[in-house]
């Protein structure tokens, strides 16, 4: 459950208006932007590349800091080699008294906030300036990033001209270029007293002992040139052997980052040189260079793991961050830690900031998979996130959690329940389909949504009743897995998946000994209840009987397919949780690949747009079926709504745990779906269903109907 104190920091972010508008509107613009700057560039190559690079340096990861050290110290430059973060700000703090630095300037290093760098400084005198222009606004407001590139972005121009004006002493307008005026006139000044000058690495390479820093401020290039001591902090997750192994980073970093080709800066440092200090004299003198390199045992916990350590993948581009709905909405004040931020902020919190704070902001993330899709270093951040929801489970347990997936697990009991939920139910359906408010702790399933009624009889009673009139010889036949919803909620549903199956020749049986799919258990960390569920439904389904088992939810048919991660590969029950999942296919994937598509239909207009539900078009790579079936089918027009893809805001019981979050996400697919002008709203998951027709029934808008594609096939096709 998410605790009051985050709940109070999602609402305050929500009535941020000046958060919603600036975080809202880049968020809205980056995807067309960031394709634009990849055109001519293929993203997935590169994307591979980085993973290639980036794993053989994390394999490597002894020999590189052996050889980046030997390379920059050949050069002049001094390494130090910190095993925690304590060890780093020791030797800083001495490196700092030793050469009598009253002065810093820093530039780009999330690391050294790791380490509470500016506070300890700050505590023993030095005055530490932050230069970025972002992170000099948030340092005069007291507060840190809300984004790891933009890190300024809940702030307005006038609250900017506030903060300045206080800073100043001086009336400063809210007029942009004026401001950047009065930070240049600040920072000039600190930048030529300053005596030493800290810089964060977007890259260090080995075999030259370079460090790289990408930007597009002068500042940086300040930092780095200016004072006479340079000293860079980086965790050793930013090595690569070699410059040939740092150009897919540079290709993608500006891109990811903030949708440019290439900053406006990449400068380079190879250990300490001579400058000149007095041009007229031709004076010159030794610029001293330090690096420290943290290897802290956070960062080794993450290589030690054979799934974590893709997280030494991530070039810190912040893509996951842009295309987040819950982001969108919350922020990195909310959805991350003092540091870090977002999806990837949560992995890397856990490991290098607190564990506590990554694991209250875990369960802020959807599982909507749009982060995996843009991730610079193809990390498959939602799938980690769940390995900590697992590991939370297993150490802290949830126990109303675990109480309500324990009944869930229990098939007999979760559908006794069920039949009695049906009946008491009345009070509030009050002969209507659609149920608008529900008390109490139910309250977050009525919020921005009506709730569907729980179906008098279930499926499994009707299917006995259900005749099946196969079209021509029969080809085989299909096991229906209908999960929880098309089981006890929509019946019409699954027999009109039956029905659809039967006009291409396929009889559809309906195992009785089927339950929950384990999803919740999942998505949860249960993964105990999640196995003993995979076990159940893999007994229950027999898939050995069957040609192949059909689901119209592809969160079932995700969850599925995922059942021999659950044993030990090889066994017995292994084997045959492959041959479930092997036989398993959405509705739309199979019906359209066993012949499904055929130009027939009551010719009838109808004006539909199409919802992709997350699931389906992202972890099961459905997009193009449905849409074919439904444009074969004679009186349909197909008209795409503006992100069809995003997510609706359901994400299982995420729209139950975070209403708050959940509701604006809805809202936001609704508008879309109306500015279509459809009749209909067509999709494939009955999760999606819900969330979007009971949106729109709490809204009064009757005149939009949200059907399943096998509803439309079966309606048009005049098999019902």
Known sequence: MASNELKQEIRAALDNSTLARTLGNFCKTYPAKRENAYAGIDFEATRDQIREVKSYAADHVDEMIEEFTENCQKRGGVVFHAHSADEAMEWIRNLVKEKGVKSIVKSKSMASEEIHFNKILSDDGVLVQETDLGEFIIALEGNTPVHMVMPALHLNKEQVADLFTDYTKVKNEPIISEEV?????????????????????????????????????????????????????????????????????????????????????????????????????????????????LDDPGRRAILEDKEFRQIFDCIRCGACLD????????????????????????????????????EQIQNVCLQCGRCKEVCGGHIPITDLIMRLREKSQAEHPNAVK??????VTDRKLFHSMLRIASVAQAPFAKDKPMIRHLPMFLSGLTEGRSFPNIAKVPFRDLFPLIPQRIEGEQKGTIALFAGCLLDFVYTDLARD???????????????????????????????????????????????????????????????????????EEGSEMWKRAKVLADKTFDFCKLFYDLGGLKETGDGKEMKVTYHD??????????????RALLKATKGVELVEMEDHDNCCGFGGSYSVLYPE???????????????????????????CLMQIRGGLDARGLDNIKVKHTAEILAEKRGLI
């Open 181 to 293: 005026k009065t930070a240049r006139r600040v920072m000039r000044d600190r930048f030529t007293h300053a005596d030493m000058g800290v810089s964060g690495a977007n890259v260090a390479v080995a075999e030259t002992g370079t460090v790289f820093t990408m930007t597009n401020e002068g500042n940086g290039r300040m930092v780095g040139t200016l004072p006479k001591i340079h000293l860079y902090i980086f965790g050793i997750e930013k090595f690569v052997k070699s410059f040939k192994d740092a150009a897919p980073i540079f290709k993608a970093l500006p891109r990811n980052g903030t949708a440019q080709r290439i900053t406006s800066y990449i400068s380079m440092y190879t250990g300490a040189c001579d400058v000149v200090s007095d041009k007229d004299a031709d004076t010159k003198e030794k610029k001293e260079f330090y690096a420290v390199i």
């Open 323 to 358: 295309v987040c709905p819950a982001f969108a909405l919350v922020g990195g004040h909310v959805y991350g830690s003092k540091v870090y931020t977002g999806g990837i902020g949560t992995l890397l919190s856990h490991f290098l900031v607190s564990e506590e704070r990554a």
């Open 402 to 407: 675990k109480f309500a997936l324990d009944a």
């Open 497 to 567: 998946v039956i029905v659809d199956l039967n006009s291409i020749g396929y009889r559809v049986d309906f195992p009785m000994g089927q339950a929950c799919c384990g999803s919740p258990a999942h998505s949860m960390g249960d993964i105990e209840n999640a196995a003993k569920e995979a076990e159940i439904n893999i007994e229950g389904m027999e898939a050995e009987k069957y040609d192949y088992i059909v689901s119209a939810c592809p969160s079932c048919t995700h969850q599925l397919k995922s059942y021999p991660n659950y044993f």
């Open 613 to 626: 539900s997350c699931h389906l078009c992202r972890s099961l790579r459905v997009t193009e079926e449905q």
């Open 661 to 687: 979050i959940s509701a604006p996400i809805l809202a936001k697919k609704i508008e879309n779906i109306r500015n279509t002008g459809a009749d209909v709203v067509a999709l494939d998951c009955p999760g």
